[in-house]
T-cell receptor, first 114, second 113 residues
Framework: EPEVTQTPSHQVTQMGQEVILRCVPI?????FYWYRQILGQKVEFLVS????????KSEIFDDQFSVERPDGSNFTLKIRSTKLEDSAMYFC????????????FGDGTRLSIL | KNQVEQSPQSLIILEGKNCTLQ??????????LRWYKQDTGRGPVSLTI?????NTKSNGRYTATLDADTKQSSLHITASQLSDSASYIC????????????FGTGTRLKVLA
């Protein structure tokens, strides 16, 4: 069964550095998402992406964050200047449609900011 | 404020037993309600999706129910297996057209042999 893959599985970065998290969604999916989960807390929506543009973003997704689909397969999340509070598990997801379609999640990237 | 609350926070049962997990939400109106299973260190996996007009949805040994009047949903697991040990997360989509799904904190289920 096709799956969403994320790399790296664990990223350790110094505060203030830029980090890029990478995702390869399921190939025929059209909708892409990033979520984060701070340790011990609930999953939180960050951003959705469709037709090469952001379709919706949360209050968490400020100017420090950006997303890109640089080619036909990758979907990236960039954090420009990381803060300690950015430490979390970041999940990428994709879906074939909007309403009623399941989202398929990757296994996440654990981001640790020192 | 839109919220999704789940109970219990954690649950331990013996293999072969049934269990029911609860989800209460204040999201209104809502488009759909989803249940996910999240194994430790893995991403969530979709179990069921129900629109506001559906009362029940099954996926193998998992059966989800929805009462839109009382804003409650439950996930019933039949004949539990060791592999059912995971967190189960209830997710509500606030209204049609938005991706800002609201996640509950989950119920941690442990199935013992």
């Amino acid at each position: 069964e096709p799956e969403v893959t994320q790399t790296p599985s664990h990223q350790v970065t110094q505060m203030g550095q830029e980090v890029i998290l990478r995702c390869v969604p399921i190939s025929n999916h059209l909708y892409f998402y990033w979520y984060r989960q701070i340790l011990g807390q609930k999953v939180e929506f960050l951003v959705s992406f469709y037709n090469n543009e952001i379709s919706e973003k949360s209050e968490i997704f400020d100017d420090q964050f950006s997303v890109e689909r640089p080619d036909g397969s990758n979907f990236t999340l960039k954090i420009r200047s990381t803060k300690l509070e950015d430490s979390a598990m970041y999940f990428c997801a994709s879906s074939g449609g909007r309403e009623g379609q399941p989202q398929h999640f990757g296994d996440g990237t654990r981001l640790s900011i020192l | 404020k839109n919220q999704v609350e789940q109970s219990p926070q954690s649950l331990i049962i013996l293999e072969g037993k049934n269990c029911t997990l609860q989800c209460n939400y204040t999201v209104s109106p809502f488009s759909n309600l989803r249940w996910y299973k999240q194994d430790t260190g893995r991403g969530p996996v979709s179990l069921t999706i129900m629109t506001f007009s559906e009362n029940t949805k099954s996926n193998g040994r998992y059966t989800a129910t929805l009462d839109a009047d009382t804003k409650q949903s439950s996930l019933h697991i039949t004949a539990s297996q060791l592999s059912d040990s995971a967190s189960y997360i209830c997710v509500v989509s606030p209204l049609s057209g938005t991706y800002k799904y609201i996640f509950g904190t989950g119920t941690r289920l442990k199935v013992l042999a």
